[in-house]
């Protein structure tokens, strides 16, 4: 079975500090995702990878960055958290566009 | 930018009856999944149904695909109260990430 693991369930940060979201996937996929979801809005795309060391922005990437320096890792990067990025966070990969997507358990992220 | 729309919103039902949710979505599409998420957890695939079929069964689920309307169905036969979750559809045409819908409550009574 292929596991998608996110290094934290619940997270509280301070407002400007940079925080790390760490996804780990063990399938070899070469796809993987960065969704944050919010009541009311539903699952939100962040930022996805292709490929090692490839990025593309997704609809609400502003106050993000990513990297993917190896295949199975992917992270988020919040350079500077602020409250409205207070949110659930979702890792997901997938082998290929017409496969099903593997999430995370989440990272519930709370910043004050 | 909404792809799918799940309807109704919110849905409750006596344990031991069936579920209908429904999804809609805008553009060509390759495929279209159903996911469910339990509370506070991440999202678990259900089924895939791809733009060429119709219809597609797994256990009790069944899930249809109308490419001329634009819309799928999930359907959950016997619900039991272990089914209460939010079910999510999520399409996206070409080598694109998949864009979800708001997703269904659904609440199955005991």
């Known amino acids: 079975d292929v596991k998608v693991t996110q290094s934290s369930r619940y997270l509280v940060k301070r407002t400007g500090e940079k925080v790390f979201l760490e996804c780990v996937q063990d399938m070899d996929h070469e796809n993987m995702f960065w969704y944050r979801q919010d009541p009311g809005l539903g699952l939100r795309l962040i930022y996805f990878?292709?490929?090692?060391?490839?990025?593309e922005k997704g609809d609400i990437p502003e106050g993000y960055s990513v990297s993917r320096e190896k295949k199975e890792r992917f992270s988020l990067i919040l350079e500077s958290a602020s409250t409205n990025q207070t949110s659930m966070y979702l890792c997901?990969?997938?082998?290929?566009?017409?496969?099903?997507?593997?999430f995370g358990n989440g990272t519930r992220l709370t910043v004050t | 930018s909404q792809q799918g729309e799940e309807d109704p919103q919110a849905l409750s039902i006596q344990e031991g009856e069936n579920a209908t949710m429904n999804c809609s979505y805008k553009?060509?599409?390759?495929?279209l999944q159903w996911y469910r998420q339990n509370s506070g957890r991440g999202l678990v695939h259900l089924i895939l149904i791809r733009s060429n079929e119709r219809e597609k069964h797994s256990g009790r689920l069944r899930v249809t695909l109308d490419t001329s309307k634009k819309s799928s169905s999930l359907l959950i036969t016997a619900s039991r109260a272990a089914d209460t979750a939010s079910y999510f559809c999520a399409t996206g045409p070409g080598n694109t990430p998949l864009v979800f819908g708001k997703g269904t409550r659904l609440s199955v009574i005991a």
């Open positions: 997901a990969s997938r082998s290929t566009y017409n496969s099903p997507l593997h």
């Open positions: 990878s292709y490929d090692v060391k490839m990025k």
């Open positions: 553009t060509s599409i390759n495929n």
